[in-house]
């Protein structure tokens, strides 16, 4: 970590963030030469009015647009191909993503596949998918997965009950528009789970084996700033300073793991999405106490600048002190976000399911990534600690 790896780093061509910049869509496509965009979203959205927020400003421009809605939680390989149908039926020369990481995976899944030929299931991860489909424009809604800057997207396989890891040039949007003032209507429950997921997210690349400077930088800069406003975020929807804080900690945790990739947590999130369907950002934070806990003392040093960063730990405590401390932050924040273990949700624990969730979980490569690499066994014992 941080050594002398060589660093190497994929990034939408145009970023623009701030409240309101949604209205600026139409501008950008003109920008990039676009002007027939499907728009993928999901059905809460249209009812929620927010589409509307961006379909306006497309009309004000003359824009053609149109929309596919049926992006379901978890997209899974059916929702992709009817929405490649919908974008083969018209004569698009774009997509845009808009919503949370369902729909922003979706579009990019159709742009992608649009020009590929087979399954998605023939180009997950360790395949990097590089022919790249029609531009995609990326607009966030919940300040959580970050995918409107990484390289990565997350598709179910309704056969093989699996989520597939998918990345490469291909994955990376040409622009994102990250807009903080559609986060104000998330509830408590998906707010929490988002901003737990974007936490998730800046310590594993913090943490990685392939962290380098670049991607330090924007980890360090998320920590504090999703430990500071998660809480408000949570009490009071409408607090501008949390939600905007929120958001822009999401974008830079999703550039961090995108350079430097996710570690055991999503490796072992995956599995539970796919065979319990249990949303990704909260089967996080199911997993990150435990999985650091199981981790810490092979980046002693590198978690315990997490947890001073987040102000959970003091500059003079030793590391072994301050790695203790990060534990016992993030089981008192799940404890305060009210985040449930799967027995809770009515899930039993299931030791032969364990087993091929611990394969599916090594099969995707990041708990290669993690400080301390897990054996199968030793997959299969968290999933029994954190049930």
Not at 58 to 65: G, K, N, Q, S
Not at 207 to 215: D, E, G, I, L, Q
Request: glycine share 8%; net charge negative; with cysteine.
């Amino acid at each position: 970590m941080c050594g002398t790896a060589i660093g190497r780093i994929q990034s939408p061509r145009i970023i623009r963030i701030g409240g309101g910049v949604v209205r600026e869509t139409a501008e950008v496509l003109a920008q990039l030469g676009l002007q027939r965009p499907l728009i993928v979203t999901d059905t809460n959205l249209v009812q929620l009015g927010h589409v509307g927020a961006l379909t306006d400003g497309l009309d004000a421009e003359t824009v053609r647009w149109a929309l596919f809605d049926g992006v379901v939680e978890d997209p899974t390989d059916t929702c992709l191909a009817a929405g490649l149908a919908a974008f083969r039926a018209g004569n698009y020369d774009c997509v845009i993503g808009f919503g949370g990481g369902s729909p922003m995976d979706t579009a990019k899944a159709i742009s992608f596949m649009s020009v590929n030929p087979g399954h998605v299931r023939d180009y997950k991860a360790p395949t990097q998918i590089d022919r790249c489909g029609p531009p995609v424009i990326l607009i966030p809604t919940t300040g959580g997965t970050g995918s409107e800057l990484t390289r990565w997207c997350v598709i179910t396989d309704t056969e093989k009950t699996e989520k597939y890891n998918l990345s490469g040039l291909a994955c990376v949007a040409t622009a994102a528009l990250i807009d903080w003032t559609f986060t104000t209507t998330k509830p408590w429950r998906i707010t929490a789970d988002t901003a737990v997921d974007s936490l998730t997210h800046a310590i594993e690349a913090f943490v990685s084996r392939k962290a380098f400077a670049y991607t330090d930088a924007f980890a360090v800069a998320a920590m504090p700033a999703i430990a500071t406003h998660v809480r408000t975020a949570c009490a009071d929807p409408d607090n501008a300073v949390a939600r905007e804080a929120l958001m822009l900690a999401a974008s830079q945790a999703g550039m961090a793991f995108s350079n430097a990739s996710v570690a055991l947590v999503h490796g072992m999130s995956r599995p539970i999405g796919a065979h319990f369907h249990v949303a990704h950002g909260l089967s996080n934070a199911m997993l990150l106490p435990e999985v650091t806990k199981f981790s810490v003392g092979s980046a002693q040093d590198r978690y315990a600048i997490c947890a001073r960063v987040m102000g959970w730990a003091e500059d003079i405590d030793s590391d072994p002190v301050a790695c203790r401390k990060l534990v016992d932050g993030l089981i008192r924040l799940n404890d305060d976000l009210k985040v449930p273990n799967p027995t809770a949700l009515g899930h039993a624990p299931d030791p032969t399911r364990f087993a091929l969730m611990a394969d599916q979980a090594l099969a995707s490569g990041s708990p290669q990534n993690n400080p301390r690499v897990p054996t199968r066994d030793e997959i299969m014992g968290i999933y029994e600690r954190m049930w």
